[in-house]
Nanobody
C-alpha cells in the first residue's frame, strides 16, 4: 500500500518561506514522478509543481514560478517543496501525489496521479 505523508505546513507572514516535505512508502519511489497540488477554500484543486522520477526535470504553475522549488531525494523517498516569497493567495491545503505510471513525464492533470497524501495547511497572513 502506497502512503504519502506531508509535513512542514504552518502559518507564515507574507514574504516568508516554508519547506514542505512528503515522505513516500510502498512503491519504488525513484521510478515515479511526483507532484504538488493545492486547494484553497471554495476553489478547485490546482497544480503547483512536478518533478520527474530522476529529478532532472521540473515543472511549475505560472503562479509559483520563480518562487517555489520542487526537489526530491530518492535515497530518502522524499519530495520537497521550497516556498519563498509567499503571498496570501498561496494559502491552501497542499497535497503531494505520485504519478500513476513509472518512468513517465508528469503532467498537470491531477487525474493522472493515483496516490495522494492527507495534505498540510499553509496559511500566509498579510
Amino acid at each position: 500500500q502506497v502512503q504519502l505523508v506531508e509535513s512542514g505546513g504552518g502559518l507564515v507572514q507574507a514574504g516568508g518561506s516554508l519547506r514542505l516535505s512528503c515522505a513516500a512508502s510502498g512503491r519504488t519511489f525513484s521510478s515515479y514522478a511526483m507532484g504538488w497540488f493545492r486547494q484553497a477554500p471554495g476553489k478547485e484543486r490546482e497544480f503547483v509543481a512536478a518533478i520527474s522520477w530522476s529529478g532532472a526535470n521540473t515543472y511549475y504553475a505560472d503562479s509559483v514560478k520563480g518562487r517555489f522549488t520542487i526537489s526530491r531525494d530518492n535515497a530518502k523517498n522524499t519530495v520537497y517543496l521550497q516556498m519563498n516569497s509567499l503571498k496570501p493567495e498561496d494559502t491552501a491545503v497542499y497535497y503531494c501525489a505520485t504519478y500513476r505510471r513509472p518512468f513517465t513525464i508528469p503532467t498537470m492533470q491531477g487525474s493522472l496521479y493515483d496516490y495522494w497524501g492527507q495534505g498540510t495547511q499553509v496559511t500566509v497572513s498579510s
